[in-house]
């Protein structure tokens, strides 16, 4: 029950606590890279912890309740259930409910990927439309015929890319400008944001309702936002990229403005004003070590933690030898020195894991 | 192989390209000089363009011809409203480079802009 609480509360630490401090804290701005494997890494560490805690549950509530409703022995029991076919049914619950999460996180994802794809294909049936390009500068870029200026990415499989730059664009930048901006979507798509962004989105319709993990599609829109930019600036300037987006942002009202931004966590006036403060720290030092190390620990602690029990018994196979041969070394009177504390621990077979387990009161 | 995404693409262009209805061997015939496709392939591909509603067919003897249903100026004009209509920009499909800024702002990051121009531009001694 104490693994299941650990993973339950870790889980939690990480949806509630962690979400909280990587949104609200001031060092995302300057490594938001880092920021980004810190938040993918919280949230798989979320889900193993739920699914971890699932699994783990399956052996102890039913184990536990009949041991206090029936008084029954906890050894006796174990052996009881472990092959019956009546309480297959309250044996799986949570299994089945790991199942059923799974399958709808599975129809979910397949359904937003489908959608996603449709409205990718007909701008790509867009982009191959137009002629190609003669300019330099737009090598590998499509020009669509537009008074409006936009450049956006369209996401693809591989050689399926395609970044579109409309002529109100083109007339709009400078060509260093226009540069920067292109380097910018490629990042997006050398980087594969959508793809993370895809998979925020549906952590958050499956989770969203409970809020856990609440700014996480916000934020992932926002610091992959931001990690592009440093890599068009490192090129090209802070300052073309920052009056690009300056020149292409529509000015609206103010109403209109705020609700855009809490819809696409991408607030062009905190990635302008950040390009100018020009306070990013380098990529260099330990930091990119750390920040490695400390997204696999918050990823795999619920691996860890289910693992631990068994760990503790590792080589028990030798405790029970070492217990025979004292049992035949009394039986002999000769002095030998008693086993290790293993032997308190009663090893019995599990058909239903196929495992031995500690059964510890 | 080229995912039927490109073929859809391509489809659409030889059809706008032609701008007369087009019957599905002379898609394939076209689309062959370049790489090989194989009849069904050309016609599931054709057949989802046409329940998508981009293509129309008419009886044409024993087959179908087919024509587009807007032009390629509509389709983009389309597309384009769909890119700039911010509400729409929830889903993640396409990453836009910029958004909106309310007027304040603007006018405020206008300045600090000019700022830093200015500032850059002083000779290194004097900043």
């Known amino acids: 029950m104490i693994l299941a609480t650990v993973l339950v509360a870790y889980a939690s630490f990480l949806g509630w606590v962690v979400d909280i ?13 880092a920021a980004l494997h810190l938040w993918h890494a919280s949230v798989v560490g979320f889900l193993l912890g739920v699914a971890g805690s699932l699994v783990v549950v399956e052996h102890d509530v039913l184990e536990h309740s009949l041991m206090w409703l029936l008084h029954a022995d906890k050894g006796l029991l174990h052996l009881a259930y472990s092959g019956s076919n009546q309480v297959d049914e309250l044996w799986n619950v949570s299994i089945l409910l790991l199942a059923a999460t799974t399958t709808l996180f599975i129809c979910v994802a397949a359904k937003k990927i489908s959608t996603a794809g449709r409205e990718r294909s007909a701008h790509r ?11 330099p500068n737009l090598n590998g870029v499509s020009l669509v015929d537009h008074a409006a200026a936009a450049v956006y990415c369209v996401p693809g499989r591989r050689g399926e890319n395609r970044i579109l730059v409309t002529s109100g664009a083109y007339s709009l930048l400078t060509p260093d400008q226009l540069s920067a901006v292109i380097e910018h979507e490629r990042t997006h798509l050398r980087h594969r944001h959508h793809g993370a962004i895809m998979f925020a989105d549906i952590v958050h319709t499956l989770l969203g309702w409970s809020g856990v993990l609440r700014h996480y599609p916000q934020q992932v829109r926002r610091l992959s936002e931001m990690v592009a930019d440093d890599c068009a ?28 931004v809490a819809m696409t966590g991408a607030d062009p006036a ?36 289910i ?19 004292f049992a035949k070394a009394e039986s002999q009177n000769a002095p030998v020195k008693p086993p290790t504390r293993f032997d308190q621990i009663e090893i019995l077979p599990c058909a239903a894991c196929a495992s031995t387990w500690p059964l510890t009161t | 192989m080229r995912s039927f995404g490109e073929l859809e693409a391509d489809i ?5 390209e032609r701008g007369e209805p087009v019957t599905v061997r002379s898609l394939v015939d076209t689309l062959n000089e370049s790489r090989t496709l194989a009849y069904t392939t050309v016609i599931t591909v054709t057949e989802r363009l046409r329940e998508k509603g981009l293509l129309t067919r008419t009886r044409f003897g024993k087959s179908y011809r087919y024509t587009a ?24 499909a396409l990453m836009r480079f910029a958004g909106q800024l309310n007027p304040t702002e603007a006018d405020a990051l206008r300045a ?16």
């Open chain 2, 12 to 16: 659409m262009r030889l059809v706008w």
């Open chain 1, 21 to 33: 401090f990587l949104t609200r804290s001031a060092w995302v701005t300057r490594s938001p890279r």
């Open chain 2, 112 to 127: 600090a802009l000019a700022r830093d121009a200015a500032e850059t531009s002083k000779p290194a001694r004097q900043r």
């Open chain 1, 307 to 325: 693992l631990t029990p068994a760990a503790r018994i590792a080589g028990s196979v030798h405790a029970e030898q070492a217990a025979s041969e």
């Open chain 1, 233 to 260: 600036a490192k090129r090209w300037g802070d300052r073309a990229v920052a009056t690009a987006l300056l020149k292409m942002c529509t000015v609206s009202t103010p109403e209109q403005g705020h609700n855009l």
């Open chain 1, 125 to 135: 049936v867009m982009a191959t439309m137009q002629p190609s390009q003669e300019s």
């Open chain 1, 270 to 305: 905190e990635r302008i004003r950040r390009l100018l403060a020009d306070s990013r720290s380098p990529n260099v030092g330990p930091f990119p070590r750390l920040v490695s190390v400390a997204a696999a620990t918050l990823a795999l602690f619920p691996l860890a933690a």
């Open chain 2, 69 to 92: 249903t807007i032009s390629a100026d509509d389709y983009s004009a389309r597309l384009m409203a769909q890119v700039l209509d911010a509400s729409d920009d929830r889903s993640g």
